[in-house]
């Protein structure tokens, strides 16, 4: 939000979180990033604050003291029993706030309040405002202890209210606390003072849990669309957040195909309360901070814990190179409630190519030429089958018969790059160790598979490796000593199924920091050699992120 005058309403984004007494609850985004509520500095979060005020609550009913942390309106506010705040939050939404701790007023925080401290916060996931946050003018409030109309709030019935800060009296007057008038001005009042004192709960969300936010009263049940629509202006906005107990991806053996503009999707999912698998396109990586969604929609409609099947959409015109789709497993709920979804499955296209003439086009001796891979993607063998599974071209063949048609299958390039280990244990003091370099494939329809080898140190040359061997997971000791298995898909990309591997063993503790270049390969059936993208690395470079990829 903006800056404002004393006398200008606050104004800015609003999002909708969370459920209280049967109604969505719309919030102030205070700040869309911020580290000031976390407890290591670092973890990214969203400050929101209620719009509107809740019902009248005394601030202590017991008369201990006007200390926000022993206070009877902390206990309502993070209740999850009958009755209080969080009671109809879902466990998704309770899971997404982050423990808020502050010790002191920040940078951009106003003034404290003349009789008044700072009132510090100690894991409090749902808290109210102190006075110095509600002078903060980065966060939409006037920076001033007179009338403000940005601070002004309503009840539910439209009427302004009083409502409460956490900033205390200072010793000697251990009854009274600070709450915002109907004016919005501050003053004091008794902390057991109830009638006609009400509650504005401030929270701070994980950014990592929020998916995607979607402008209020946008239809997502809708076939796939462009993101463009006038409710944005109005910037109120729902949000999706990430659920892990739901998953989305694509069938066993089989793999996306496009034909045309026509993409057919075999996907499979799991998890409760999923209505739907959407699809959504990026401009690019989805998680690059330039990211825009082009794109949005529902793919098909689907119901129980778990199904599978088979789906098309039609690919929009126009797309800029390096767009990426995208696949998830949807709860769209009704109105401003919450969305879920899962992780989203980034979809690698195997893009069909039909050909019914002569091979010969495609030879270059005794070896088939892989036409040219669309950007971010590398050519992985011609097929019989159209979903370039079952039936590859072996090598050798030199033209198609009768009605028999090939087509070219592509996967995106993540799953030929190259990842390093190191030995189990390997802290940088050993006087040897051993790097183990990784790659995958799709699937075991390959000849061979390798690594190219360049070490950049005196006497050593290329080495061409090839491998027969692949694997469905491999094992490593992170930094506290934990063996870890990791899977192709979650190492690599969704499309990839099975690791290779190479180890260089028993290098010396003084080439650490000796350079290597290693790009994978592969081999397919039909004789192709391809290769991925090159990466140089040092042991030393490995032993720093530890023995993860």
């Known amino acids: 939000p903006s800056a404002p005058a004393a006398d200008q309403a606050w104004s800015g984004t609003k999002v909708y979180f969370g459920k209280y007494a049967n109604n969505p609850v719309l919030f102030r985004v205070l700040d869309a990033n911020t580290t000031d509520y976390s407890a290591d500095g670092v973890t990214q979060t969203m400050l929101l604050d209620s719009d509107a005020l809740l019902e009248g609550r005394s601030f202590d009913n017991e008369r201990i003291d006007n200390s926000w942390q022993t206070s009877d309106l902390k206990i309502w506010l993070q209740g999850t029993g009958s009755g209080q705040f969080l009671y109809q939050f879902s466990a998704t939404e309770r899971g997404a706030l982050i423990a808020s701790n502050k010790a002191a007023a920040s940078a951009t925080d106003g003034a404290s309040y003349t009789n008044g401290s700072f009132s510090a916060l100690v894991d409090d ?24 109309t940005n601070r002004i709030k309503k009840d539910t019935g439209n009427t302004a209210g009083q409502w409460w800060t956490r900033s205390p009296l200072k010793a000697g007057n251990d009854n009274y606390v600070s709450f915002v008038r109907t004016d919005g001005n501050f003053n004091n009042a008794n902390i057991t003072y109830g009638f006609g004192f009400r509650a504005s709960p401030a929270v701070n969300l994980a950014l990592s849990s929020i998916l ?3 402008a209020s009263g946008v239809d997502q049940t ?18 999706t957040l990430v659920d892990e107990s739901k998953t989305v991806g694509i069938q066993d053996k089989k793999c996306v195909v496009k034909e045309g503009a026509t993409v057919t999707v075999p996907y499979t999912y799991a998890g409760s309360d999923i209505s739907q698998l959407s699809v959504m396109i990026t401009s690019t ?96 063998g011609w097929y019989y089958d159209a979903e370039c599974v079952s039936s590859p071209v072996m090598v050798g063949t ?62 050593k040359s290329e ?18 000593e934990q063996v ?14 099975y690791f290779y591997a190479y180890t260089i063993k028993n290098v010396p503790q003084a080439n650490f920091n000796t350079d290597f270049t290693v790009t994978p390969y592969w081999i397919t059936r039909d004789g192709t050699t391809v290769w991925g993208a090159q990466r140089t690395l040092t042991i030393q470079d490995v032993i720093d992120a530890y023995a993860a990829f």
């Open 125 to 148: 996931n749902v808290f109210v405002l102190d006075i110095a946050e509600l002078k903060n003018t980065s966060y939409g409030y006037s920076n001033s202890a007179t009338a403000a």
């Open 212 to 214: 995607y936010a979607t």
């Open 222 to 239: 809708t076939a796939l669309t462009a993101v463009d629509n006038d409710l944005v202006a109005a910037n109120e906005w729902k949000l």
């Open 285 to 380: 990586e989805r998680t690059d901070a330039a990211a825009e969604v082009l794109y949005y929609g529902k793919l098909v409609s689907v119901s129980g814990t778990e199904g599978s099947g088979s789906e098309t959409f039609t690919l929009p015109a126009g797309l800029p190179e390096g767009y990426k789709v995208y696949l998830l497993a949807e709860d769209v709920n009704d109105g401003n409630l919450t969305n879920y979804a899962s992780e989203p499955v980034e979809l690698g296209f195997a893009i069909a190519q039909e050909h019914t003439a002569d091979f010969a086009a495609y030879r270059s001796g005794e070896t088939m030429e892989a036409p040219a891979a669309p950007s971010g993607y590398v050519f992985a």
């Open 398 to 459: 030199t033209e198609l018969t009768g009605e028999e048609q090939v087509y070219a299958k592509f996967v995106p390039e993540t799953v030929l790059s190259v990842k390093a280990q190191i030995t189990a244990g390997t802290d940088g003091e050993s006087e040897k160790t051993s790097i183990r370099f990784v790659s995958t494939v799709d699937n075991l329809k390959y000849e061979k598979v390798g690594f190219k080898i360049n070490i950049d140190a005196p006497g």
């Open 463 to 480: 080495k061409i490796v090839e491998n027969t061997k692949v694997y469905s997971a491999l094992y490593a000791v992170d930094n506290k």
């Open 484 to 497: 870890l298995s990791y899977t192709p898909g979650a190492a690599f990309c969704a499309n990839s199924n």
